[in-house]
């Protein structure tokens, strides 16, 4: 379990503490800051008996942030939760964990809840990752990366986050390991995660298109054949996201 944060103190101990709840015993928790500057580090203080490592300094952006996490987990399984995500109840790391050992699977993944800071309660709306498969690449689609849980083997095999990748380097590493369809993987058709809209990938019409622009570079670099028509005729899916939550 990878956190990365960088000047969070309003939304990280929510995070930190819906991993600190989970019933399921062998949890690691990492916390990668960036070096926070608003009081981040002092939240983060008050749960270091709960956290196995943190790490504090600069970094290449988040996924090289990623990247510190993943080099000093030891984990069987590797997520990445973020400083404003929370997991829905404390049932979920055991939920995932027994689905993976039972089939012997690569990976687990399920859905992810937004909401807006102003109004916590309620969902405006739903991330199905249900609807991913290898072939969905090409259109743009992956699981909810809060809500993927991956072999460390996974990453063993296949690397780790590309650093020069702004935003779509989530995308970027499933393309890599996920495109060629050899994977075990298993989809949870129930919100996993609980996420503030906002972050790097949601906050507004430039990140899309910085997103767009990777997502289409990801796919080129892993010998996924598709076009920008192609990867943008899953936005009419993603509004009918707002109507079914």
Known sequence: MVTVCLNAAGTIAAAVQSVADQDWPAVEHVVVDGGSTDGTLQ???????????VLVGPDRGIYDAMNKGLAVATGDVICFLNADDAYVDAGVLRLVAGRMAQQRLDAVFGDVAFFHARAPQRVVRRYRSGRFSPRALAYGWMPAHPALFVRRAVFERHGPFRADYRIAGDFEFIARAFGAGTLRYEYLPQVLVRMQTGGASTAGLRSTWTLNREVLRACRENGIRTNPARILLRYPFKLLELFQK
């Open 43 to 53: 939240v983060i203080e008050r749960f270091r008996p709960r956290l196995a490592q």
